[in-house]
T-cell receptor, first 113, second 114 residues
Framework: AQSVTQPDIHITVSEGASLELRCNYS??????LFWYVQSPGQGLQLLLK??????LVQGIKGFEAEFKRSQSSFNLRKPSVHWSDAAEYFC???????????FGTGTRLQVFP | GAGVSQSPSNKVTEKGKDVELRCDPI?????LYWYRQRLGQGLEFLIY????????KSGLPSDRFSAERTGESVSTLTIQRTQQEDSAVYLC????????????FGQGTRLTVV
């Protein structure tokens, strides 16, 4: 069955520190993988996506993610976090043979000055 | 329109009443999704439309929930005999096709059942 696990419910980092948000997926074929961000009171915005090709994908706002098939992971990273990055981050999995985008439970990021 | 539009943005209803939530997708987007987000939870898939057909209704939590789409455009999610556990933010998203393309989300409808 198609599923996504985000093991970290809440992460706190200092501004300027590096960030890694974990995402593990389960899908029987080649996955399409997405990271979305939801700022307070806002809708979801796509940060980046992976379909095929280069396993390191670059997104908006300085974020990147690496697809590791052997680990069924698609972790999101940023080298230096800004206070405006405080938000909820969702990982999602879809694919060529599915009509669904399945989301994880999200990771809430807090950034301290 | 420029983006996915949902109405109303907020809805408070009494337990047992029926509610209708509306989604206007981006023009030309053939795929439309409904999700539910309970407080502090992830996004729970409800239903997916391709055109006016719903090939996947597996996420609808009970027969009190139904949805339709007309003109390959507007979709309505109806909840009959609302219960307190239905309180959540209901999010609609649309995309050009199936999950191969980016899904654009609306701002959601916050439903509170009292």
């Amino acid at each position: 069955a198609q599923s996504v696990t985000q093991p970290d419910i809440h992460i706190t980092v200092s501004e300027g520190a590096s960030l890694e948000l974990r995402c593990n997926y389960s899908y029987g074929a080649t996955p399409y993988l997405f990271w979305y961000v939801q700022s307070p009171g806002q809708g979801l915005q796509l940060l980046l996506k992976y379909f095929s090709g280069d396993t390191l994908v670059q997104g908006i706002k300085g974020f990147e993610a690496e697809f590791k098939r052997s680990q069924s992971s698609f972790n999101l990273r940023k080298p230096s976090v800004h206070w405006s990055d405080a938000a909820e981050y969702f990982c999602a999995v879809g694919g060529l043979y599915t009509d669904k985008l399945i989301f994880g439970t999200g990771t809430r990021l807090q950034v301290f000055p | 329109g420029a983006g996915v539009s949902q109405s109303p943005s907020n809805k408070v209803t009494e337990k047992g009443k029926d509610v209708e939530l509306r989604c206007d997708p981006i023009s030309g987007h053939t795929a439309l999704y409904w999700y539910r987000q309970r407080l502090g939870q992830g996004l729970e898939f409800l239903i997916y439309f391709q055109g006016n057909s719903a090939p996947d209704k597996s996420g609808l939590p009970s027969d009190r929930f139904s949805a339709e789409r007309t003109g390959e455009s507007v979709s309505t999610l109806t909840i009959q005999r609302t219960q307190q556990e239905d309180s959540a933010v209901y999010l609609c998203a649309s995309s050009l096709e199936r999950t191969g393309s980016e899904a654009f989300f609306g701002q959601g409808t916050r439903l509170t059942v009292v």
